[in-house]
């Protein structure tokens, strides 16, 4: 009986290779996430190629400052169906890494779009600053977003735009004002006219624009593999379109352009053309890399 057991399992085993192979060495942030929340997945000590997918989304890797790991920033978009999700890694020479990540229904809460006495003056209303962005500045600046880089100008987890942040205005709320809504894609900080506005990692300076009705004197820059970050009602530029810049730069000074009740910087990330809840994303790289 014994002989003939050792026999199947030699005949077996040929067709069961993979039960033999190591596991990747594969940290996740985490298997649970809401809508607008940032995946990080970092692969460690792996030399060749790996690719992935969560769902049908590729996922895209880089290397790490160290070059000894593979790292990828996933955005999960606010508009993301809730329910389970398949993360599927392979790594060359490794067993395959077969997960489950769960995405969770965000309530946005519903906020009042804000027209002040003074922005009625200027000629602000709902309908204007509503189809102003839709209309207008989310096309212009959706040429820019819309291109993904085909490399990662980052190495290094990303770090805040200010060095006190104060957020005045949540990700994702939804502002109303009558029959006009709009999305809150970023978050508001606390900054006085002037404040210093630090570049959020590497990149490249891709759009500059002054004077846009609602997002005022603006600046987004390219992290490579379709991650920007955007700084908006700014007062003044240090650097021009074209122009690299390096982690914690001062880009800009903070302002009150544009469709404001008063100074802040408007803050956002977009990771693929999806806008990204850019405190979490911050906090995501930096927890793991
Ligand atoms: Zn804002």
């Known amino acids: 009986m014994l002989a003939v057991a050792f026999l199947t399992i030699g005949i077996i085993f040929p067709h069961h290779a993979d039960a033999k192979l190591l596991a990747p060495d594969i940290q996740i942030s985490s298997n649970t996430f809401s809508q607008g929340d940032t995946m990080m997945v970092v692969i460690k000590n792996e030399p060749a190629g790996v690719v992935g997918r969560l769902g049908a989304v590729k996922l895209r890797f880089f290397r790490n400052e160290d070059?000894?790991?593979?790292?990828?920033?996933?955005?999960?978009?606010?508009?993301?169906?809730?329910?389970?999700?398949?993360?599927?890694?392979?790594?060359?020479?490794?067993?395959?890494?077969?997960?489950?990540?769960?995405?969770?229904?965000?309530?946005?809460?519903?906020?009042?779009?804000?027209?002040?006495?003074?922005?009625?003056?200027?000629?602000y209303t709902a309908k204007k600053i509503v189809t102003t962005v839709q209309n207008d500045e989310n096309k212009q600046l959706n040429k820019v977003l819309n291109v993904i880089t085909p490399v990662s100008y980052v190495s290094k987890p990303f770090t805040y735009p200010l060095q006190m942040t104060n957020v005045m205005g949540e990700f994702g709320d939804i502002r109303k004002s009558g029959k006009y809504s709009i999305q809150h894609m970023g978050v508001d900080l606390q900054a006085p006219v002037g404040t210093p506005v630090y570049?959020?990692?590497?990149?490249?300076?891709?759009?500059?624009?002054?004077?846009?009705?609602?997002?005022?004197?603006?600046?987004?820059?390219?992290?490579?593999?379709?991650?920007?970050?955007?700084?908006?009602?700014?007062?003044?530029?240090?650097?021009?379109?074209?122009?690299?810049?390096?982690?914690?730069?001062?880009?800009?000074?903070?302002?009150?352009?544009?469709?404001?009740?008063?100074?802040?910087?408007?803050?956002?990330?977009?990771?693929?053309?999806?806008?990204?809840?850019?405190?979490?994303?911050?906090?995501?790289?930096?927890?793991?890399?």
């Open 67 to 123: 070059d000894k790991d593979w790292v990828a920033i996933v955005g999960i978009p606010v508009h993301k169906d809730p329910g389970n999700y398949r993360l599927l890694i392979r790594v060359a020479g490794k067993a395959a890494f077969d997960s489950s990540i769960a995405v969770k229904k965000r309530n946005f809460p519903i906020t009042v779009l804000a027209i002040t006495r003074e922005l009625a003056k200027k000629g």
């Open 199 to 289: 570049a959020i990692n590497d990149g490249k300076v891709v759009f500059v624009k002054k004077g846009l009705p609602d997002y005022g004197d603006m600046m987004v820059v390219d992290h490579g593999l379709g991650v920007y970050s955007l700084y908006l009602h700014l007062s003044q530029f240090n650097f021009k379109e074209g122009d690299w810049v390096n982690q914690q730069d001062t880009i800009a000074l903070s302002g009150a352009t544009g469709y404001v009740t008063g100074p802040h910087l408007h803050f956002a990330v977009k990771v693929r053309g999806s806008g990204l809840d850019p405190w979490k994303f911050v906090t995501a790289t930096k927890a793991l890399w």
